[in-house]
């Protein structure tokens, strides 16, 4: 009764955690570009080369469908930055390489959104001023979702609610 209760309850929310050992979210997500809270090399910014960093997770649910990525900016001066949409991941894909392509549509049938910047594709971190703080967050989903046409942080997370099974996040830094 208690696991139709909490179920009940994550679909009504926009996540719903997959609980391991004491309830927390068993996926996790890393780089080895930059640790959990450590700054992010300036070629994954706009003071380099500005390519996506090579990511890689594991715990996703057996139940996944599809994964879901967003990378945003929380200390931007105008309010949340968005850097990187993609959704439609394959919920067998385990990694992202270095210097993801900017394109719409990816290799296994991935796709990207429109940034903040106002292109499809990563955007690397260049704030204006002081240290920014840069949310990867990674998202397992019950469903793939199919989205036509331009794909937003806004729309995507409506297209989520409900679905979310489990997340993991990282978090960089940078300052120019």
Not at 111 to 139: I, N
Request: glycine fraction near 12%; hydrophobic fraction near 40%; aromatic fraction near 8%.
């Amino acid at each position: 009764m208690r696991d139709a209760a909490v179920r009940m309850a994550c679909l009504a929310a926009l996540v719903c955690a997959a609980p391991g050992a004491g309830g927390e979210v068993r996926m996790r997500l890393t780089s080895s570009a930059f640790e959990e809270g450590g700054a992010i090399p300036a070629r994954h910014t706009c003071r380099g080369e500005d390519i996506s960093p090579p990511l890689a997770w594991d715990g996703v649910p057996a139940a996944a469908k599809s994964l879901a990525l967003i990378c945003d900016d929380p200390d931007a001066p105008m309010g949340t930055w968005v850097h990187w949409v993609v959704f439609d991941i394959p919920p067998e894909t385990r990694a992202f390489r270095e210097g993801v392509p900017k394109t719409d549509k990816l290799e296994g049938g991935a796709r990207q959104g429109m940034t903040d910047f106002g292109a499809v594709g990563y955007g690397g971190p260049c704030p204006p001023s002081g240290t920014h703080r840069y949310f990867f967050t990674l998202y397992a989903l019950d469903a793939k979702l199919d989205l036509a046409g331009t794909v937003t942080k806004e729309r995507l997370l409506a297209a989520m609610k409900g679905r979310v099974l489990a997340e993991a996040r990282l978090v960089g830094t940078f300052k120019k």
